[in-house]
């Protein structure tokens, strides 16, 4: 065996408590890494899986662009284009089902939430697909209230053939009557409810109306057949598409957003374990200089002290990735059991076990063991450099100050000015790369505030310990080796900087949005649907309710929420990859304004409120909400081109502004009329109501209570409760959030106590000392719990103070994408980082400080 590698070896066996220490803050680091970011494949997985389905492979989907229904006299130019053998035309749509709707009982989960109904012409599908019934029969061209439904179905609810199937609907609930059952679904996606096409377009109330047309070429080869996908895109323009339509494209914008907010957890995650490594292994390096100076002494040459840091980081770096990768996986796994009922309640989101790609692996293990040795090299090529008197001989305090207010203060002091201005600036751009400047910055500064901070925070210790002087004596040894003390404080800075960073965003979401909430949601009732913000499965009711409403006595105001799927002709603006050439998939919601200004509230960004509201009945006009605003890059008075049914119609904008309701989705708000004209679309999904002042409250709400009897797909609650309600469902997800805060907080306040425990046990020998001038073991014991306060009070401020500055880039940056929120000061979160660092530091002192008070003098003083 190598010479190294036998150095290494004996020296982690004689130094077993430092070496688990350190190989401790590998396996935190990989934790971080590997634990967070096989997260993210999984949550996205987990998405994907539930958001989108498989179908029944067709040659040719025509859908409408903005994924409304569209004229049946379509399916007849499908069915003259030369090169088509068969098409068929089908109405849908999916429907949200209230909750407990099939089972009725409040204590289980709902076996179905969701569904899609089919309408379809029986000979025309029956040539496109094969329906194989397994018991009954499929539908015919005389059904009227019949419907086919699969297995996976009926069996879970206990239906049989001839059963009735309640459906809410828009003009109340109906009953079809199943006269087929299909085999069970083998592919994810929602229960498909098929009826006849005249059935369909009597429950959507859509006349004359199609979703989709599906075909099937009488040709083969590809190029014959782009030939005629050629010719039906100039029979139909460029409002229509020739592909299958996208499961919920609203959704992937969602889906989207999410991914980048995983991976920027993960990311972070990332650079956090990466410095936890490399913090903790410098710390025992730079600690052991006395150690590389006396083999140099006895003849090792500067390879051979390499090799053997090498070796010992290899050995380290090995069994802690390992071990991490094992607990970051158990802990992954305990979260996502932890979250998965609440998503589920939430979203209706199934969250499968972790899954661990290639490429986590590979950079948990590359960051795990390369931090690792990179963490030892440097430390040991600059010991390399020096002779080994200089190694061994005691440096002055001053010498030591002098070396901390170096070039490398004054690097600090620059990129902490330069972050400053940027953070002046304002240009999210600039506040990123503030951010790290801003860090680094005082990490490289660290060693020069040491004594000042270690003076300002010295006297409240000399005032507890002013007796025993033990006070006194921490600061001066903090002092003493500057760098020392800046590394330590470094690991704390980093652990409490993301406590703050996430407190202050947490603290402004919530601020933010549960105002926006209360002055949205403040009317006296609400008509909620099963789903809010997906709106396009949510069945609503016709006008007549909204107007049975209106005659209810001591009812003064009634506004409802209409809603058309739409697309927009517009690319985002800040996308660097492949531009979309369908345009901008849309949320489009249909409001009165004279009755919603007055009963619910959109927070303006730009334009007036008044003027915006005026405008939006006065020819083509809307009111886009921050998220499509930011993206778009649109501003009032811009034109929005929007694909509709009836063409490629502009729209101008009057105002930006949200609302609570759909602040995460790019939205734009219409006139009633404008919704109806060119979407074709009447249907109440929200609906709001205040009563007349003087109105007896429980009077009118029996009335409404019995208007809403034949709509069970709403739920009605009074305002105030249902703000409570959705208060409550924020707070159970940003639970989600305080999951992966955990992740990345928790192992960085564990390192963090590491290293201040490493720091106390590198002392053992000076602690020998003290005890052999005359120092009590509670003298002892006091100088080194006064010296992890001071170690973690400097800590604390550079985490503060770094984590206000994260915490503010955070907050643009969601705001700078379009979410309605404002920075608001986190002094929860500052007391909670305060508190919890000044404990941990204590913590870290108790037990190496309670070793090294009970050595015996002379083990003590043997120690190096």
């Not at 679904?185 to 047309?213: D, H, K, M, Q």
């Amino acid at each position: 065996m190598r010479i190294e590698w036998t150095l290494a070896l004996r020296y982690l066996r004689g130094r077993r408590l430092r070496a688990l220490l350190t190989t401790l803050a590998v396996v935190f680091g990989v934790i971080v890494i590997f634990g967070m970011n096989i997260l993210v494949p999984t949550m996205m997985a987990a998405f994907q899986s539930t958001m989108l389905a498989a179908s029944d492979r067709v040659d040719l989907s025509v859908s409408q662009k903005s994924g409304e229904s569209f004229p049946a006299s379509v399916l007849e130019t499908v069915r003259k284009t030369d090169g088509i053998r068969v098409a068929q035309g089908i109405l849908g749509r999916p429907f949200n089902l209230p909750t407990d709707w099939f089972d009725r009982d409040p204590g289980t989960p709902d076996r179905v939430g969701t569904l899609s109904l089919l309408g379809l012409d029986p000979e025309d599908a029956r040539a496109m697909r094969s329906y194989a019934v397994r018991d009954g029969r499929f539908l015919s061209r005389d059904d009227g209230a019949a419907a086919v439904v699969s297995a996976s179905f009926t069996e879970p609810l206990g239906l049989k053939l001839g059963d009735d199937l309640a459906l809410p609907t828009a003009a109340g609930v109906v009953r079809l009557k199943i006269v087929g059952i299909r085999s069970p679904r083998a592919v994810p996606g929602n229960e498909e409810v098929l009826v006849t096409l005249p059935e369909a377009r009597t429950i959507l109330s859509s006349p004359e109306r199609l979703t989709s047309v599906e075909a099937n070429f009488a040709v083969d080869g590809e190029e014959k057949r782009q030939e005629i996908r050629g010719r039906l895109m100039g029979l139909l323009g460029a409002s229509y598409t020739l592909e299958a339509p996208s499961a919920g494209e609203n959704m992937a914008q969602v889906l989207q957003m999410s991914r980048i907010a995983f991976t920027a957890f993960g990311a972070l995650a990332m650079f956090m374990g990466a410095f936890i490594i490399f913090n903790t292994f410098r710390t025992v390096v730079t600690e052991r200089r006395r150690d590389i100076g006396m083999l140099r002494a006895l003849g090792a040459d500067r390879r051979t002290v390499v090799g053997t840091l090498l070796a010992e980081g290899f050995l380290q770096g090995a069994a802690g990735t390992a071990l991490g990768m094992v607990l970051g996986y158990l802990l992954a796994y305990a979260g996502i059991a932890a979250v998965s009922p609440m998503l589920g309640q939430l979203v209706r989101l199934s969250v499968g076990a972790p899954q661990v790609t290639p490429d986590i692996v590979a950079v948990s293990v590359v960051l795990g063991m390369g931090v690792t040795l990179a963490a030892g090299l440097f430390p040991a090529l600059s010991a390399g450099r020096v002779t080994p008197m200089e190694v061994l001989r005691p440096s002055p305090r001053d010498a030591y100050y002098r070396r901390a207010l170096g070039a490398g203060a004054v690097a600090g002091l620059v990129m902490v000015a330069l972050s400053l201005l940027a953070l002046a600036s304002g240009n999210l751009r600039l506040l990123s790369l503030g951010t790290i400047l801003f860090m680094v910055g005082l990490i490289l500064l660290a060693p020069a505030l040491v004594r000042p901070l270690a003076v300002a925070f010295g006297w409240l210790l000399a005032l507890v310990f002013a007796r025993e002087g033990t006070g006194t004596l921490a600061q001066g040894n903090m002092t003493r080796q500057p760098s020392r003390s800046a590394i330590t404080a470094s690991t704390t800075m980093i652990a409490l900087a993301i406590i703050v960073a996430l407190g202050g965003m947490v603290t402004s979401v919530m601020g933010s949005f549960t105002d926006l909430m209360r002055r949205s949601l403040g009317s006296d009732y609400i008509f909620v649907p099963p789903a809010i913000t997906v709106w396009q499965s949510n069945v609503g009711a016709s006008g007549s309710l909204a107007d049975r409403l209106r005659r209810i006595d001591g009812v003064d105001r009634v506004s409802t929420m209409r809603y058309a799927m739409g697309v927009a002709d517009l690319k985002p603006t800040m996308s660097k990859g492949p531009q979309p050439e369908s345009g901008m998939a849309i949320s489009i919601l249909g409001i009165d304004p004279a009755d919603f200004a007055l009963v619910s509230y959109l927070s303006f960004s730009e334009g007036s409120e008044k003027d915006a509201y005026a405008a939006l009945g006065k020819g083509r006009t809307l009111i886009a909400n921050p998220i499509l605003a930011s993206s778009a890059g649109l501003k009032v008075g811009d034109s929005v081109p929007l694909l509709t049914p009836e063409g490629r119609l502009e729209y101008r904008v009057v105002g930006v502004a949200a609302d609570i309701l759909n602040a995460k989705i790019a939205t734009v708000f219409l006139s009633q009329a404008n919704l109806a004209a060119d979407f074709h679309k009447n249907e109440d999904i929200f609906i709001q109501l205040n009563l007349a002042k003087g109105a007896d409250p429980k009077a009118a709400a029996a009335a409404i209570k019995e208007a809403a009897r034949e709509y069970p797909q709403f739920t009605m609650i009074e305002g105030r409760a249902y703000f409570e309600e959705l208060l409550s469902l924020f707070q159970k997800a940003f639970s989600v959030l305080y999951v992966l805060y955990a992740f990345l907080a928790l192992p960085a306040l564990m390192s963090m106590l590491n290293t201040l425990s490493i720091g106390v046990l590198e002392r053992t020998r000076e602690i020998g000392m003290l005890r052999a001038v005359g120092s009590t073991q509670r003298q002892v014991r006091r100088t080194i719990l006064a010296e992890a306060l001071l170690l973690a009070a400097f800590g604390v401020v550079l985490g503060l103070l770094s984590g206000l500055y994260l915490a503010y880039l955070l907050v643009r940056a969601m705001a700078a994408m379009g979410f309605p929120i404002g920075f608001l000061f986190p002094w929860g979160g500052i007391l909670a980082a305060a508190a919890i660092g000044l404990a941990f530091g204590a913590l870290a002192a108790v037990v190496p400080s309670r070793r090294a008070a009970g050595l015996q003098i002379v083990e003590a003083l043997r120690y190096e």
